[in-house]
Nanobody, 126 residues
Framework: QVQLVESGGGLVQAGGSVRLSCAAS????????MGWFRQAPGKEREFVSA????????RYAESVKGRFTISRDNAKNTVYLQMDSLKPDDTAVYYC???????????????????WGQGTQVTVSS
């Protein structure tokens, strides 16, 4: 079992930056690929970014590529999402998730992630 707690959300103007953090507790953090997903009002939850167990590989949704950066610090059991050049369309609840599968592939499918945080709201004003 892994417990995940996100933090760092809030209200930001378009063009601004926010860094989200997700602190993990429970089992060995470095055993999990970690992902960020988001859900905007009235929309389904969607993949944003994910990072491999050791942090050597990452993937991004096309909509955030070049603006968002995922990273992790296994010594601190924390994964981060640095969000720059924010747009109103980035407004959503952001969730971190852990993938326990023994695979080298960083997966983007929500249903394949085993553990989820409670989410943190990010609101980007125009």
């Amino acid at each position: 079992q892994v417990q995940l707690v996100e933090s760092g959300g809030g209200l930001v103007q378009a063009g601004g930056s926010v860094r989200l953090s997700c602190a993990a507790s429970g089992r060995t953090f470095s055993n999990y690929h970690m992902g960020w997903f988001r859900q905007a009002p009235g929309k389904e939850r969607e993949f944003v970014s994910a990072i491999s167990r050791r942090g050597g590989s990452s993937r991004y949704a096309e909509s955030v590529k070049g603006r968002f950066t995922i990273s992790r610090d296994n010594a601190k059991n924390t994964v981060y999402l640095q969000m720059d050049s924010l747009k109103p369309d980035d407004t959503a609840v952001y969730y971190c998730a852990a993938d326990s599968a023994n695979t080298v592939i960083i997966r983007t499918t929500e249903a394949l992630y085993d553990y989820w945080g409670q989410g943190t709201q990010v609101t980007v004003s125009s």
